[in-house]
């Protein structure tokens, strides 16, 4: 499958200010495997020379079919986190169906962002409430800190978390 580099001209604008057309769909199509872990910033595009960041857009909201564009960097996953991964992917955090979440009610909602919250802390990393907000049936954010970095994938040394002012977000992503 072919990778479309961002287009130079796209390098620090608003992903709004971005035709659809210009966004590959989803965020793992170019690795094909899920569970995937991904890099995300969710307004502009990095202003980086580093040439694995993608325009990618992904379906999320479960039976909304809602849409999330960002610019993603995938990241490999570290082996011993592997299992980890797997269990959130696949929601292992909660007994509830995650088809329907923005329909629950914010009762029921908080619930399960607790409980991923709480999964995530046993696991040794964080979700800030601003990234909770992000959360989405198959779409699953994390901090993009170096320590959550670190431990999720031995790619991280290639990512300069400092160099791009934008919010930055990373995102396991689960099967539909």
Not at 5 to 25: H, N, Q, R, T, V
Not at 29 to 39: E, F, I, Y
Not at 90 to 118: C, H, K, P, V, W
Request: proline letters at 5%; hydrophobic letters at 40%; a negative charge.
């Amino acid at each position: 499958m072919r990778i479309n580099m961002i287009k130079s001209e796209y390098l620090g604008k608003l992903l709004s200010d971005i035709p659809d057309e210009d966004f590959e769909e989803p965020f793992e199509t170019w690795s094909g495997q899920l569970p995937a872990l991904v890099l995300a910033s969710t307004r502009a595009v990095p202003n980086s020379a580093n040439c694995q960041w993608r325009l990618a857009s992904t379906s999320c909201g479960g039976h909304r079919k809602d849409t999330f564009p960002a610019a993603v960097m995938l990241l490999d996953i570290c082996e011993e986190m592997t299992n980890v991964v797997s269990e959130i992917a696949n929601s292992a955090f909660t007994d509830e169906y995650l088809g329907y979440f923005e329909s629950l009610s914010e009762t029921e909602q908080r619930s399960i962002l607790s409980d991923y919250s709480r999964y995530l802390e046993s696991a040794g990393l964080t979700c800030s409430d601003v990234n909770l907000k992000l959360f989405s049936q198959d779409l699953y954010p994390l901090d993009a800190t170096p320590a959550n970095l670190s431990r999720l994938s031995s790619s991280a040394s290639e990512v300069e978390l400092d160099a791009y002012s934008d919010r930055l977000v990373m995102f396991i992503i689960g099967p539909s």
